[in-house]
């Protein structure tokens, strides 16, 4: 059990363009969901904390704007990367944690993005 | 605030070797702990986490943890390293009961196995 399934596994668009990234819980509900990046060799950053039905909360320094968070249902949180630019290009990777029963995260098997 | 310190960008260990891994942790208050594992190029797997009771938590694939409150350290051992187990290790730590359920993770040490 606890299953997150995160799609694509990797990406590449053009600079400028969106890119849209889905993250699901597959067996569970989870109300919340977080968004984190991670480049090349090291840790993982958290960007937002993604809330069931209401706005995202964003860590200090990243952008609101740019990258768009929506998490319309208790199995399906998405970040939306808006304009990409090359410098967004990163490791992009969801966690999912479990309504009651007990605590702990399930992460996505990520998504790498390349902006070209 | 919370914080995690790491030892060691890169450990590696020969085969069948004893594996430690250092984790040292910052908290105004009793932390959850974690430790994760990363593949290249895929997500995190929860290798095992301390929250209350028992300090010495075993966990998948033979890895055990100690939670040592006085010295602020959740190390991660395994009697004997395998190939398999060459991979990045994060450990994290949550205020989860005081309101604070965010992960915040360590700079990770890769460990290599040498056979």
């Known amino acids: 059990g606890a299953v997150v399934s995160q799609h694509p596994s990797w990406v590449i668009c053009k600079s400028g363009t969106s890119v849209k990234i889905e993250c699901r819980s597959l067996d569970f509900q989870a109300t919340t969901m977080f968004w984190y990046r991670q480049f090349p060799k090291q840790s993982l950053m958290l960007m937002a904390t993604s809330n069931e039905g209401s706005k995202a909360t964003y860590e200090q320094g990243v952008e609101k704007d740019k990258f768009l968070i929506n998490h319309a249902s208790l199995t399906l949180s998405t970040l939306t990367v808006t304009s990409a630019h090359p410098e967004d290009s990163s490791f992009y990777i969801c966690?999912?944690?479990?309504?009651?029963?007990?605590?702990?995260?399930?992460f996505g098997s990520g998504t790498r993005l390349t902006v070209v | 605030a919370q914080s995690v310190t790491q030892l060691g960008s890169h450990v590696s260990v020969s085969e069948g070797a004893l594996v430690l891994l250092r984790c040292n942790y910052s908290?105004?208050?009793?932390?959850?702990l974690f430790w994760y594992v990363q593949y290249p190029n895929q997500g995190l797997q929860l290798l095992l986490k301390y929250t209350t009771g028992a300090t010495l938590v075993k966990g998948i694939n033979g890895f055990e943890a100690e939670f040592k409150k006085s010295e602020t350290s959740f190390h991660l051992t395994k009697p004997s390293a395998h190939m398999s187990d060459a991979a990045e290790y994060f450990c994290?730590?949550?205020?989860?009961?005081?309101?604070?359920?965010?992960?915040?993770f360590g700079t990770g040490t890769r460990l290599t196995i040498i056979p």
């Open positions: 966690s999912a944690r479990r309504d009651g029963g007990g605590y702990g995260y399930t």
């Open positions: 994290a730590v949550s205020d989860y009961d005081f309101g604070n359920e965010k992960l915040t």
């Open positions: 908290s105004s208050v009793p932390p959850y």
